[in-house]
């Protein structure tokens, strides 16, 4: 996350990428309950909320503080690393693409991703 925050010179945050946009194989579906940055909300759609997951658990008032909404549209970049301890080895990609303005109707932090280049393997 600090390398994504430091090449792109903005926050980074982890999101759960989802590959189930429908039938369109071109999108995918970026979730988190949240807590994101407010710079990756589109400022009309953020709001404070509660946790929706955690409040399960713990209690609805015991969550509060939760930024939630739509991640508004533009570039974005994104990196997954793990080590491969018996080999000895570092194995990821990262990649570019996009946040498009296509709304999801559900709790937490939520952004469409679509038109994304080919992600470099390294």
Known sequence: MYMLALASGTPSAIMDW????????????CFHCSNL???????????MDFQQIIAGTVGKENTFGTCVGH???GAMSYARYSTDDRRG???GYTGH????DDRLETFGATGVVGDSETAEVV
């Open 18 to 29: 989802n590959n189930n946009y429908g039938d369109n194989p071109d999108r995918a579906v």
């Open 37 to 47: 940055p407010k710079h990756f909300f589109n400022p009309v759609d953020l709001k």
């Open 71 to 73: 991640v508004k549209a």
């Open 89 to 91: 080895v570092i194995r």
């Open 97 to 100: 693409g996009r946040f498009i």
